[in-house]
């Protein structure tokens, strides 16, 4: 997220609490094993999910969030072959949802990948009238068993809208306090991680503590930089995007 701030606003300053604090997606997804993906499918066109870093943006044709990828992929060219990455789950998705066939990197969210189903199933028999909404990046076979399905933005949304009072949340459950101060009237339930850890908490996103913001607000300390070669390419599928989606 800080490089894609840095991508789009070059002359900002921005500042990231703890440089440790990465993402599974963009773990599992390479800038040299990319390129090799690529190089596989030379006729591809190569849409990236944008959890993954500016060096794989920068190989990229395209940039997609979770809210707008299915769209994107259905205005694209019906005879278009297209790479989909780093996100499984959400390209299998984008698969469903599109009717189009998408050849997908086997990346994955060590938050969503650490549901499953038995928690899920065990929280639906003790609230059968509540509702199932999930992020696209979950396993199949836990959106097979949801209500909705959607990008962050639009769970907080249905969530809302929905006339339903009990809510069964499918992803990083950040979110949930941000439905509570939405509607605090509802009940929203978290789904525990395998054995009932709370591995299903990002643990790279709590790594960015409000202490290290304090710390870094005050030092202006660390500023990410990046290579403006680097940043050139990446704000190229990047605008791609927003232009596709006006
Ligand atoms: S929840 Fe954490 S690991 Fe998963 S996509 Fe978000 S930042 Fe990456």
New binding site residues.
Partial sequence: MAETAKILCPDKTVLLPDFDA?????DDCQPDEFQNFLDKHPDHFAISYI?CSAAVKAKSDLICTSSNAVDLVKKLPEDLPILFSP?RNLGRWVEQQSGRKLTLWPGR????ETFNEESLIKLKIKYPTAEVIAHP?CQESLLDLADFIGSTSKLLNYSQKSKKNTFIVLT?PGIIHQMRLKDPSKTYLEVPGIDGCSCNE????RMNTLEKVSKCLKEMNPELKMDEKIRQMAYKPMKKMLDMSN
Avoid: F, Q, S
Wanted: glycine share 6%.
């Fill in positions: 990465g993402c599974t997606l963009a959890n996100d969210c060590l938050v969503h990046e990083e990002c643990p790279y996103m």
